[in-house]
């Protein structure tokens, strides 16, 4: 039977009440949100936290919200606490952001979906998470509240490592702000063995064209093949050029040359990188149809475009 | 710590270790039994039970997390002798083998119901996806489920009986309308 080792609970009212439990209760106070990553490790001991501070009351984290005016114009903002099942249930999200859809329908199981959290996802930071993914495509920004203040990261910056973000002891990710682009499109595939199973590959691209029909800019990442942060060469490629098949499938193969797999019980290094070139293919073909087919809710004027 | 909850509609108040995770809670702290723990690891599916009416895995949720909350188990599907249609549905259609899974199932198939009344056999497969079935007894899972839905308990004030709508939220307030 796995039970967690003893542990003090308290539950959060406010940001500002949990960040002042977090000050009090010190760095072995840990942050419980959806629990379904916190939980676990805590059964097998690989996290053994003094003070658990569950934050689920927090209902200011649990927000998506599409700023069309003010300092946040075209950005849409997605509160920490946003479970997954409200992630994957939005339609603003699927016309904005299709890339997240995807990527939901594949995270966990509909159950854990339930519970887990964007925040919680983000801060586990497995190198197996889809979302980091998501958002270092999307070109995310991570609202991260302390006493001091609240500071403002880039994906990159937030990312430290495998289970290490820049988040510090006594402070809160609250927030994450996705840049809504026009003319841009998005997806994301990922091969797994079974349902709920963490990936074996995965890919996530972010298209936008230029009015001439052109690629005006690019974003490609990958999931659970030792990618740290975008691919940017095979980004770079596509950039500036016609979309056209051959240009997907260059692109999908530089991505199988930058990325860096281990073999493990989920397959050889191979099958990884075949995985790799096949998954970024098929996303930039899928971001492509998308981003051809919607010129976006923030499109100046409905250019023309041409086939 | 002392833990306040609502469970299958009675309000109980224990006094409890934080460390206590819902599924024990349940099972030997209230004594009921029909909640099954199998892998312990939120992959299994068989100790879901409905917070607030959405199905959860209760081993991985901590019993201090469901304080203030309202639990609905196995034992609270039924109506006094009165079956829900979901647990008639289970046995008209073979929806049970051994019977390990079955308590899960039937919770999510109730939710999904609740949210959905007329779900499509990907979308039941889709919700019971997160569950697993030892006995691959999957195909009865999803014909059980169709059954509830074929047979909704109607109440005294639902008249028109079979409006196909597609699943909405008006539908769904109907369906919490008639297991109020």
New interface residues.
């Given amino acids: 039977?796995?039970?967690?080792?003893?542990?003090?609970?308290v539950?959060a009212s406010t940001v500002d009440n949990a960040l002042a439990l977090l000050e009090r209760h010190g760095p072995e106070s840990r942050i419980?949100a959806g629990?379904?990553s916190l939980?676990?490790m805590m059964?097998l001991r690989l996290a053994r936290p003094e003070w658990?501070i569950?934050i689920?009351d927090l209902f200011e984290l649990d927000f998506v919200v599409h700023d069309t005016s003010g300092p946040d114009a075209g950005t849409l903002r997605i509160g920490a606490l946003t479970r997954h099942t409200t992630l994957l249930e939005s339609a603003q999200i699927e016309a904005l952001f299709p890339i997240i859809t995807d990527a939901e329908k594949v995270i966990?199981?509909?159950?854990?979906r339930?519970?887990g959290t964007i925040g919680g996802s983000l801060c586990q930071a497995d190198p197996a998470e889809d979302l980091s993914t998501v958002c270092e495509v999307l070109g995310a920004i991570a609202v991260i509240r302390g006493a001091g203040g609240q500071r403002l990261l880039s994906m990159d910056e937030f990312h430290r490592g495998p289970y290490e973000t820049a988040v510090a002891h006594n402070e809160i990710l609250c927030e994450v702000r996705l840049p809504v682009r026009s003319r841009t499109g998005s997806a994301y595939e990922k091969v797994e063995r079974r349902?709920?199973d963490w990936a074996v590959a995965a890919a996530g691209a972010s298209l936008t064209l230029a009015p001439d029909g052109t690629i005006e800019a690019a974003a490609i990442g990958l999931t659970a093949v030792g990618q740290t942060g975008t691919v940017t060469e095979a980004a770079a490629v596509l950039v500036g050029r016609q979309p056209t098949e051959a240009l997907f499938v260059e692109a999908g193969r530089l991505a199988s040359v930058a990325c860096d797999p281990i073999a493990d019980q989920r397959g050889p290094i191979d099958y990884k990188r075949h995985l790799a070139d096949e998954l970024t293919r098929r996303v930039l073909r899928r971001a492509f149809a998308r981003a051809a087919a919607s010129e976006g809710p923030n499109a100046p004027a409905p250019a023309t475009q041409e086939g | 710590?002392q833990v306040t909850m609502t469970v299958n509609g009675t309000d109980i108040t224990e006094e409890i270790?934080?460390?206590?995770?819902l599924v024990?809670f349940i099972r030997d702290v209230l004594r009921l039994t029909g909640t099954h723990w199998g892998c312990?690891?939120?992959?299994c599916?068989t100790c879901?039970v409905l917070m607030d009416g959405?199905?959860?895995?209760s081993c991985?949720?901590?019993a201090?997390?469901a304080?203030g909350h309202s639990i609905t188990t196995v034992e609270g599907l039924a109506t006094g002798a009165v079956l829900d249609p979901v647990q008639q549905g289970f046995m008209e259609e073979h929806g049970l083998q051994c019977g390990f899974c079955t308590p899960g199932m039937m919770l999510?198939a109730r939710a999904l119901l609740d949210h959905n009344p007329h779900p499509d056999d990907t979308e039941i497969r889709?919700?019971i996806?997160?569950?697993i079935c030892r006995c691959t007894g999957y195909a009865t899972i999803v014909r059980s489920v169709k059954w509830a839905a074929e047979h909704p308990v109607l109440s005294n004030a639902d008249t028109d009986t079979d409006s196909d709508a597609d699943a909405d939220s008006a539908h769904g307030a109907t369906a919490d309308e008639v297991r109020a």
């Fill in positions: 039977m796995q039970i967690p080792a003893a542990f003090d609970y539950r419980l629990g379904h939980l676990p059964k658990l569950d689920n966990a199981d509909p159950i854990v339930n519970r349902v709920g | 710590m270790e934080p460390r206590v995770l024990h312990d690891t939120s992959n599916g879901v959405q199905p959860v895995k991985t949720v901590l201090m997390m304080d999510t889709q919700a996806s997160g569950q």
